[in-house]
């Protein structure tokens, strides 16, 4: 078959017939796993918000991060998730579905001053109450995000990052176990203001024995998303005060 | 008849040494600098490439015949951005806990220059069956780059390789550490990987002459 391949015309339906092809595969993928797609997302934001928690796999082993399973992680989330909170408007209510709010969608509300909802889901493990929030912000290349387990004296109980593209063997290493468990004490107050905690470099304490310095020690090659971890922090912080304060008050 | 002639063995073997994508050919240099610092990323980075290279080097072998010249780029890049999603969403869907390992990797595979330049270079104008050889022997020869390179620079700059430590505990200071030998930060950053690769294509080219350019 001779067919011209330099005339304009084959140029531009070829174009044409290649982007209704390419789009239909892609647009007929997405819908059929979307589903399947969505189901696993939730069960991940779930294993998350248990894992700042401390309810994990993690063991006596240091080394790496073990969430729930997938297959139980439903049942373990509603154990252990005692209440799911909706801030808005400075009016509290409860939501059973409230850890399933975008944060990222909230956060561009407040920007364009509209209407918003802050999530607070509060767990309970043997006894001991966790307040776990929320968290957002930009790493080097893209979006970084995670949630922070305190308690009521506003110490941290356990903290867990996610990237969507920071390099990997560098800034990637922000959800590392070794970078999460140094948050594990730290307090998000410094004095009695809510000033979250720094991911410092040259704080000359890379063993994180001082937990009173709201001060962890940075990952090597890595400065800017380190900064983007401090500036989430710090953020999320300043966005829950008045929610934390009525906490540190009971 | 063999699976494989003499010529279509050396479409695998030729990038692995004499005409390695990374050194002699100077692409995939990018991805090369960004995800060395660790071995494991490397190993993952050079697996992704390979299936990649090696079913997009087949589609567009396939439709050599019919792509107008003038947007042959376009069409290339689309080939590859699908090729990628389509992989992501089904491991999205199927196999979740890779997909997070591999997501930051989509990027990096799109922008990879050795896909785009092997397209270019060699599957618009071979058959499929070639081109399939000359994709998985490209990445087989961008992936030995990138493993040696990211050997040295993770058991350098951190001390361990696939995250096992194997110089002692560099903070508590124990094994090789008690000698006052100390990690290298320096290769952890991009710069230490050109440097390694500097190093492999002086040790290659003194190696064989024939590979030196005249000026």
Known sequence: MAVNTDKNVYTVVFAGVMVVVVGSILAFLASVLRPLIQENERFEKQQNILYAMGVNENGDDSGSVNFIPTDVVEGEFSTYIKEQLVIQGGEITQNDEAYLIDLKKQLANIKKGKEYKLPVFIGDKDGKKFYIIPMYGKGLWDAIWGFIALDDTMTVQGVYFDHKGETPGLGANIKMRYFMDDFKGESILKGSSYSGIAVAKGNNDPLNNTKDDNEVDALAGATITGNGVSAMISETVKLYKPYLETIRAK | ?215
Do not use: H
């Open chain 2, 1 to 215: 008849m063999a699976l494989l002639s003499k010529k279509d063995t050396n479409l695998i073997l030729d990038p692995l040494a004499d005409n390695n994508p990374i050194t002699i050919q100077v692409l995939g240099i990018c991805s090369a600098l960004a995800i060395t610092a660790e071995l494991n990323a490397s190993l993952v980075m050079a697996i992704s490439v390979m299936f990649v290279l090696g079913a997009g080097n087949v589609v567009i072998s396939l439709m050599r015949n019919i792509i107008p010249s003038k947007i042959r780029i376009i069409v290339q890049l689309i080939v590859v951005a699908t090729l990628v999603i389509i992989v992501d969403q089904v491991l999205k869907a199927f196999a979740y806990e890779l997909s997070k390992t591999l997501a930051v990797f989509v990027g990096l595979i799109i922008t990879n220059c050795i896909i785009m330049g092997r397209f270019e270079a060699f599957a618009l104008a071979n058959g499929p069956w070639r081109s399939f050889l000359d994709g998985i022997g490209n990445s087989l020869g961008y992936g030995i780059i990138l493993i040696i390179v990211g050997f040295f620079r993770e058991l350098l700059g951190s001390g361990t390789l696939f995250g096992i430590p194997v110089f002692g505990d560099p903070i508590a200071k124990t094994g090789l550490y008690s000698t006052g030998y100390e990690n290298n930060g320096f290769m952890i950053i991009p710069p230490a990987a050109l440097i390694v690769v500097g190093i492999i294509i002086w040790v290659q080219r003194s190696r064989n002459p024939a590979l030196v350019e005249e000026n």
